[in-house]
């Protein structure tokens, strides 16, 4: 349809590339093949996860079974929950937004595109990690969620945990990397006239999704480095037998696992948001209460965790408070369905296989919704919890929520990202296939919890009706596998013979089809004026959409961002860095207020030579503020010195920190001894090691500076790594006086 | 007396706050010359909203028994009365004290979001700080000054967050940041407020029972010590992420509308006035 494309079009280059080998695909920076390798490696990874599925209904299939053998069994729910959250879900999502964001905001390419490069390989060197542990001894088997104290060394004795532990750091060093970018991408490199107020929903959601990877993954990454240090280094801070808490795992774990599940499902909200518009004709319906309802649904989710705890005993005020708030968040929830369906109301709707798949969504999440709502009556929760309700529940939002969303936008995309087309009557098999399939999977399956089945346990008993609801479950789970093969021969038969897809094979209204399919590597040749929410459609009509005259539309264009992009990157990475540390502050908070047996703060630490490392630490942000003053001077050789004192201070201080470590060891003050010993190496390591890097990345500075760089009287590389350097000394001054200070008077 | 009754009737007229109270609702009344249309509506449902935390028997409550209480006045003194007032003030009011030189340098320091932020925020946690807290809790006058200090620095926080003039304000994305991190902050005390065994604030332990409603306390409303810190915790962790998350998605609500007036009616609305005031444009005549 070529109505709305722009006057002038300009024909296809050549090629897109300039070599097309495997090398260009490994060593790309372009956001648009990094996003397309996102999604090609994470199908690959959903072909594993959809295995180990079938693998576990065909075990399923009868009672009494021995198609697989228990521990076979546990590691294969173990690597299916994994698989398809870390290495399927969360990195098509981010995959997806890689490739769509810098296009949908006019951008030529990402903010940091090697950073991109890097966040992709990650998930890759994850995955890998993860898998490996087949060749190491067996897979982890303790759940995707790994509950302590099975996860930890006397239940869990193969190296199964600590490649789950290792792979997810990867993967999850990769997302957080991923999610700056994003938020940098959004925030400072839109095109002229596309304000905030403007963005398209998928971008919009992609931008708070951001903001929730920042603020969970990084628990997760503390809990994991904590759960190392448990399992390899002899510590017991989740263990028990050692004084530490089972169940402060379960509080750090969900607070990451809560806020994931949104991650998991926002982005797919943005893009049923696209879609649904788009192919009933209409603008979406109350685009600020989709967008709002966004907001309040990613800061409600950081409020909600202690809802998969309702069975551990957490006392009546947690458990009232924690329904509140989980019943809380339908209502933004609910708010969407009902925009979704108001956009529908009186449109003109075409029913391609896109659109198929986001009305299907809307029902299939929706019964997923209703499910989850019902979990928040606290004693319904202690009933179905870890039965196959809440499989079925979980399976309806992710899989008929979720993955139903990303198929609509493969289908939807797909002519974008490859200039073909798939096949609208192979796509019709495809959705009904796959619908019926998931139905008959999962929906008996919550008949099956109400009844009492419980969940991850490698067989059931002959009860009456278990035995054939779990056959339908299994038939629907080939079905299911039916229809994925029917979408892989789809999509290779429309990789090689689907039709030309055109600029805008479907009418849309959103910056990425303003240019041709697939873009150009520089994105696009024009970027189209933008004076309102729908670029394309305002173009095609400007007498409706109230297009401002020249010099008013020159006026309201967005202002550039005030800060370069890679200190704007800087500062959030460093609230994830926060958030990192926070984890490890509470551990040791937890450990002093509830102490184990053992040497404490008070009786092994001085504070004053801690003291003296902290006056080298704090002289040396001093140095460095004062070395950049003299840099705006315009004098080089002062810089270069107050850096290198900068440095020299900063060495001072790990000096200073390795000769107490080295006296505490050798008074057999150790990360295994006490759990006073745990959580103070486990957070003093950890700073130092931040304390290192700034020190190499200080290094670097002075390098380059005395090779001749930094000749002006700002520079963004400076500034960024002062950001980081005087960050580390802020956490330092905290942990001093939390560890020194408070902690010994105490 | 029953205990009910013994507490509604215990309401503590304190000259202090009738007088203020009543002096600063005389003074806009009579400065706006009676005419209280939108914008006056805030500035007296704040005004009540203070009396009611000061003076109705919450405040007995909470000085006297209740830990969850005083967590309750608290945070109508935190959380509700400043936006109220400040959303009432008129832009006219402002821009007339904002032309006095230092006063303009003094606000445009305050309304940093750093420092606007670390103030609030710090006083807020330095005050539940069992050393501070408690000696509160013992002297009338240092409690004062917490209550004070409690207004002043929240009028600050909540000044960039929506102030009459739109010089004043923060963009409004940064102002959902900033409205997030002070959630995550004041949930996070919150939390630690009900995880700790109680005997934080002693006083609450075993409490002098000046109007006889102790009794109906411990075993009417089933409030142990223990259950009292943990309520009071879960106050400001719970309803008090929901206050900031209602500010979100309120700024959020006038950054789209304000976004839909300048595009839309930017060619026929006069420029002057049209981003004046987070309400619309200022009373008539003042």
């Given at each position: 349809m070529s109505d709305l494309s722009l006057p002038g079009d300009l024909a296809a280059p050549a090629a897109a590339h300039d070599d097309t080998g495997w090398y260009a695909w490994i060593a790309s920076l372009d956001h648009k093949q990094i996003g397309l390798m996102y999604l090609m490696a994470t199908m690959v990874f959903f072909l594993l996860g959809g295995v180990q599925a079938l693998l576990m209904r065909t075990q399923l299939i009868r009672p009494e079974n021995t198609f697989l053998s228990p521990q076979a069994y546990n590691e294969v729910f173990t690597m299916h929950g994994t698989t398809m959250i870390f290495l399927v879900v969360m990195p098509m999502l981010i995959g997806l937004a890689t490739y769509l964001v810098p296009l949908q905001v006019g951008a030529r390419d990402i903010a940091f595109p090697r950073m991109n490069a890097m966040s992709f390989w990650f998930l890759v060197f994850g995955g890998l990690l993860l898998y490996y542990s087949y060749l190491a001894g067996g897979a982890p088997d303790a759940g995707w969620f790994s509950y302590a104290p099975l996860s930890e060394r006397p239940f869990s004795m193969t190296t199964g945990e600590d490649y789950w532990a290792l792979g997810l750091l990867a993967t999850g060093i990769g997302t957080i990397t991923a999610s700056i970018n994003l938020m940098v991408t959004i925030l400072a490199l839109r095109a002229p006239g596309l304000a905030l107020t403007r963005l398209p929903l998928f971008t919009w959601m992609v931008l708070v999704n951001s903001v929730l990877v920042l603020l969970a993954l990084p628990v997760l990454n503390a809990s994991l480095v904590t759960l190392l240090i448990d399992r390899l280094l002899n510590a017991h801070v989740f263990a028990p037998a050692g004084g530490g808490s089972a169940v402060l795992w379960q509080h750090y774990f969900w607070s990451f696992g809560h806020p994931e599940v949104y991650i998991m499902v926002l982005p797919a909200f943005g893009i049923i948001s696209e879609v649904i518009p788009v192919f009933a004709g209409k603008a979406i319906y109350g685009y600020e209460f989709v967008a709002a309802s966004t907001a309040a649904i990613a800061f409600l989710s950081l409020a909600v965790w202690a809802h998969h705890m309702f069975a551990t005993g957490l006392g009546f005020e947690w458990d009232a408070f924690f329904a509140l708030t989980s019943m809380l968040i339908a209502i933004p929830t609910g708010i969407k369905i009902l925009n979704w369906c108001a956009t529908l109301w009186g449109g003109r709707i075409r029913f391609t296989t896109a659109m198929m798949f986001c009305l299907a969504f809307l029902a299939m999440f929706t019964i997923g919704g209703i499910t989850g709502v019902s979990?928040?009556?606290?004693?319904?929760?202690?009933q179905v919890t870890d039965t196959y309700y809440v499989v079925a529940h979980m399976h309806y939002v992710l899989?008929?929520?979720t993955a139903f969303a990303l198929f609509a936008g493969f289908y939807y995309w797909f002519p974008k990202m490859t200039g073909r087309m798939l096949d609208e009557r192979w796509g019709k098999w495809v959705f009904w296939l796959m619908?019926?399939?998931f139905n008959l999977t999962?929906?008996?399956?919550?008949v099956l919890g109400l009844m009492g089945m419980p969940r991850r346990v490698f067989t059931y008993p002959d009860l009456p009706y278990w035995g054939l609801f779990n056959l339908i479950s299994t038939i629907g789970s080939y079905v299911l596998a039916l229809s994925v093969l029917v979408w892989i021969v789809d999509v290779v038969r429309s990789l090689r013979h689907g039709a030309p897809a055109g600029d805008n094979p479907w009418g849309a209204w959103s910056l990425e089809w303003a240019t041709t399919s697939p873009p150009p590597e520089h994105n696009f040749d024009r970027v189209p004026p933008i004076w309102g929410r729908r670029p394309l459609w305002d173009l095609a009509h400007p007498a409706e959409s109230h297009r401002p005259p020249w010099w008013r539309e020159l006026a309201?264009?967005?202002?550039?961002?005030?800060?370069?992009?890679?200190?704007?990157?800087?500062?959030?990475?460093i609230a994830s860095e926060a958030m990192f540390f926070l984890i490890l502050i509470i551990s040791y908070i937890y450990y002093h207020v509830n102490p184990s047996p053992g040497p404490t703060a008070a009786q092994v630490l001085h504070p004053d030579r801690a003291g003296l490392n902290t006056a080298f630490l704090i002289a040396s942000s001093v140095t460095l503020w004062w070395g950049m003053r003299e840099q705006t001077r315009g004098r080089r050789g002062s810089f270069i010195g107050w850096l290198a004192a900068t440095i020299v201070l900063g060495g001072l201080f790990l000096f200073g920190q390795g000769q107490e470590w080295w006296g505490l060891i050798q008074s057999n003050v150790t990360v295994s001894r006490d759990l006073f010993g745990a959580t103070f190496f486990t957070l003093t390591g950890f700073h130092g090691l931040h304390v290192f890097l700034g020190l190499v990345l200080l290094a670097a500075l002075l390098v380059l500076a005395l090779a001749g760089q930094f000749r002006g009287r700002t520079s963004v590389g400076v500034e960024c790594v002062a950001l980081y350097w005087h960050f580390v000394d802020a956490v330092w001054i905290v942990l001093y006086t939390m560890i020194y200070v408070w902690a010994i008077v105490k | 007396m029953t205990g009910w009754a013994a507490l509604a009737a215990a309401w503590s007229w304190q000259p202090s706050v009738v007088i203020g109270c009543a002096l600063a609702v005389g003074g806009y009344l009579g400065l706006t010359g009676g005419r209280v249309r939108g914008r006056g509506g805030w500035f007296l449902s704040g005004m009540v909203v203070l009396a009611l935390a000061l003076l109705s028997p919450l405040d007995v409550l909470g000085d006297r028994y209740?830990?969850?209480?005083h967590m309750l006045q608290h945070m109508l003194l935190v959380l509700v009365v400043p936006p109220l007032l400040i959303l009432g003030l008129p832009a006219s009011w402002v821009r007339l004290l904002l032309g006095h030189p230092g006063l303009r340098r003094v606000e445009r320091v305050l309304r940093h979001p750093l420092v606007a932020w670390t103030v609030g925020m710090g006083i807020v946690v330095l005050w539940h700080w069992p050393s501070f807290y408690n000696v509160a809790l013992a002297d009338e006058r240092v409690h004062v000054v917490q209550h004070l200090s409690f207004l002043a620095a929240s009028v600050i926080f909540w000044w960039p967050v929506c102030a009459p003039l739109a010089e004043s304000r923060m963009p409004p994305l940064g102002a959902v940041v900033y409205l997030l991190a002070a959630a995550l902050v004041s949930s996070g005390l919150g939390i630690v407020l009900t995880v700790t065994p109680p005997g934080l604030y002693p006083a609450y332990l075993h409490p002098a029972d000046p109007i006889g409603i102790l009794p109906m306390l411990r075993t009417t409303w089933g409030l142990s010590p223990e259950a009292d810190q943990q309520l009071g915790g879960l106050l400001m962790w719970v309803p008090g992420g929901l206050v900031y998350l209602t500010a979100i998605l309120a700024t959020l609500g006038w950054w789209w509308r304000d976004g839909e007036r300048t595009q839309a009616?930017?060619?026929?609305?006069?420029?002057?006035?049209?981003?004046?005031?987070?309400?619309?444009?200022?009373?008539?005549?003042?």
């Open positions: 979990f928040t009556a606290v004693p319904i929760d202690w899989f008929g929520g619908f019926a399939g999962f929906m008996i399956q919550h309201q264009r967005t202002r550039p961002f005030p800060m370069p992009a890679a200190q704007l990157g800087m500062m959030i990475f | 209740l830990f969850s209480a009616g930017a060619d026929r609305t006069p420029a002057r006035g049209i981003r004046d005031g987070v309400l619309g444009g200022d009373l008539h005549g003042i």
